[in-house]
């Protein structure tokens, strides 16, 4: 574990050559960009807390009332979140509260976006923090153009030609691979010798007989 405000304050100041570079009202916006949590889990940098971390108190006895030292760690779960804006499922270790957080927030994206730097105590939560806004604000710079009910329908269609051409090209691509073709082989098998035809079997009974 580790103190982590102070020490992440120290070290950009340090970075910036001091307090006395420093404008004013800057120190106070880094303050406000910093987790103010004071501890904060080694493994919570891998996740998302949501403030949950290691807590430590005493086992008292119901007789003598003898205490011993003991801890108590968070639920930490790891799921697939769905996040729009990436499209995909991201794996993540996250804790049953910051789980419930999620699902009131509205989903991943709206999570992350909702909490403030300074209540997002983990390393990978202010990664992942800033790399959605930054997309966000990318999408929100693009122009947005609407189509006619006519080109959705093509383009629907077109997208299902692609996706037969898809299927087709997987399937002859298995095909190639396994050696296998679609069409059954049919083994033409002759007359046996001695054994008449279907068309010749009444003249072969007539002689017979």
């Not at 990436?86 to 909490?115: F, M, N, P, S, W």
């Not at 002859?172 to 035809?197: C, F, H, I, M």
Request: proline share 3%.
């Amino acid at each position: 574990m580790a103190f982590r405000s102070k020490e992440m304050m120290k070290k950009l100041i340090k970075k910036i050559g001091g307090e006395k570079k420093l404008a004013p009202g800057v120190k106070e916006s880094l303050e406000k960009s910093i987790p103010n949590s004071r501890v904060v889990m080694g493994r919570a940098h891998r996740g998302l807390f949501a403030g949950r971390h290691i807590q430590y108190g005493n086992n008292v006895s119901e007789k003598g009332g003898n205490t011993t030292r003991r801890f108590w760690k968070p639920n930490v779960q790891e799921k697939r979140l769905f996040s729009y804006i990436l499209d995909r499922q991201v794996r993540v270790k996250v804790t049953t509260h910051a789980i419930r957080c999620i699902d009131k927030a509205g989903g991943i994206d709206e999570y992350l976006l909702k909490t403030p730097y300074n209540k997002m105590d983990t390393e990978m939560g202010l990664l992942w923090k800033a790399k959605i806004e930054k997309m966000y604000e990318e999408l929100g710079e693009k122009e947005v153009v609407f189509f006619s009910p006519e080109d959705e329908a093509k383009f629907e269609e077109k997208f299902k030609e692609l996706n037969s051409a898809k299927k087709t090209h997987r399937r002859d691509a298995r095909r190639q691979l396994y050696g296998w073709s679609g069409n059954s082989k049919q083994t033409e098998v002759g007359p046996e010798e001695g054994v008449p035809d279907d068309e010749g079997s009444e003249d072969y009974l007539i002689a017979n007989s």
